[in-house]
């Protein structure tokens, strides 16, 4: 409740079986209908999201779909299921029964695999993080190549921070922000 009176436009429920904060299919349809009733409605937003992106050019396809989400979340939040490296069917079977807005890809999914997800999909960016002196720099041209592979698959792109030897975020570390700026021509 916090959180939506906050003003925020989305709230994740984590589905990655490796993440100690993975949530049952009972609590997520909790939250997503708390989400649902703040935002003043009984379904989910996917279709309208869906409907809205194939009338969006492709061109600056990350700048259109980030203005249209800021229209469409607007006082209606989405609710975002976190998943890594699960299969289509899988994914597909939890959004069916909880009325998850969107799906997060948090894993090592190609671009390929938003078609096989029933609904819109984020795309996580990992960005890894440096230990120190002698540590190789990010790699930001495979960044933004990844990112670009994305273009008119994925409706938005998440950075999140990677130590070297891990598979997923949730470190509370920070990257480089220079990252950022220069991942802005995607």
């Keep these: 409740g916090v959180a939506l009176q906050a003003g925020a436009n989305m709230l994740g429920v984590i589905f990655a079986e490796a993440s100690p904060r993975k949530a049952t299919v009972a609590q997520a349809k909790e939250i997503v209908q708390a989400v649902q009733r703040y935002g003043e409605r009984d379904a989910p ?34 609710t ?60 930001v041209d495979a960044l933004v190549t990844n990112a670009k592979s994305f273009e008119g698959k994925a409706i938005a792109l998440v950075l999140a921070s990677r130590t070297p030897g891990t598979s997923g975020g949730g470190t509370g570390a920070t990257f480089d922000w220079e990252v950022v700026t220069k991942l802005g021509g995607v």
């Design 45 to 78: 937003l996917s279709g309208e999201l869906s409907k809205n992106l194939q009338a969006l050019p492709s061109q600056d396809w990350f700048k259109s779909t980030e203005s249209m989400l800021r229209k469409l979340t607007l006082r209606k939040p989405l």
């Design 80 to 139: 975002v299921g976190v998943f890594q490296n699960q299969s289509p069917s899988e994914i597909n079977a939890i959004v069916e029964e909880t009325g998850i807005d969107v799906v997060q890809l948090h894993g090592d999914e190609p671009a390929t695999f938003c078609d096989q997800v029933s609904v819109p999909c984020l795309r996580v960016l990992h960005v890894p993080l440096s230990k120190g002196i002698g540590e190789e720099a990010v790699d």
